[in-house]
């Protein structure tokens, strides 16, 4: 069956834009993270969501974050004002149990 | 001090090497833990999780050594395919969800 799939695979921005990203679970997956890898910083985790709920949002940068999940599939991640050290790989998981299945990300470059 | 550390490497084997590869937790409550796979410019992917008894899948062996909080990964017979960066990914004690903490990895490559 199809995987995680998100969107854009890249972008490219202007410092001080905002950007919404995109990712699509696998069907019938109830949990949902968002994980963000720079070169500096390896992979963080930044939200979680169960349902269409977000019971943990500990690791969201600053409140230009944030993030939402509808109808308990796509959800949506929103950076307000983009500033350069935002720059990264934007990476989507899913998963029923345990095992966490990983989207193909989104690239942004912020200039 | 970083929750999950690993030895970055790279390491550059021959194939047909056995490689093993070593991660340390912080957290003495952690109760899950997993090796990825990420090949250059792709999605992490789960290669083995990791149980108190120690697991084999083929060619790769991981153990947990809970009293060391230390975590390995053996892998024998290197293949060409192997070359990837290896992630180390522990769940940390107090979350009851799939809150995954990685490590920054450790990068193989296997050449003929």
């Known amino acids: 069956g199809a995987g995680v799939s998100q969107s854009p695979s890249n972008k490219v921005t202007e410092k001080g834009k905002d950007v919404e990203l995109r990712c699509d679970p696998i069907?019938?997956?109830?949990?949902l993270y968002w994980y963000r890898q720079s070169l500096g910083q390896g992979l963080e985790f930044l939200i979680y969501?169960?349902?269409?709920?977000?019971?943990?949002k500990s690791g969201l940068p600053s409140d230009r974050f944030s993030a939402e999940r509808t109808g308990g599939s796509v959800s949506t991640l929103t950076i307000q004002r983009t500033q350069q050290e935002d720059s990264a790989v934007y990476l989507c998981?899913?998963?029923?149990?345990?095992?966490?299945?990983f989207g193909p990300g989104t690239r942004l470059l912020v200039l | 001090r970083k929750e999950v550390e690993q030895d970055p490497g790279p390491f550059n084997v021959p194939e047909g090497a056995t490689v093993a590869f070593n991660c340390t937790y912080s957290n003495s409550a952690s109760q899950s833990f997993f090796w990825y796979r990420q090949d250059c410019r792709k999605e992490p992917k789960l290669l083995m999780s990791?149980?108190?008894s120690g697991n084999e899948d083929g060619r790769f062996t991981a153990q947990l050594n809970r009293a060391s909080q230390y975590i390995s990964l053996l892998i024998r017979d290197s293949k060409l395919s192997d070359s990837a960066t290896y992630l180390c990914v522990v769940i940390p004690g107090g979350t009851s969800y799939g809150k995954l903490t990685f490590g920054q990895g450790t990068i193989l490559t296997v050449h003929p």
């Open positions: 998981a899913s998963s029923l149990f345990e095992t966490q299945y």
């Open positions: 069907s019938g997956h109830t949990a």
């Open positions: 990791v149980y108190s």
């Open positions: 969501f169960q349902g269409n709920s977000a019971p943990d």
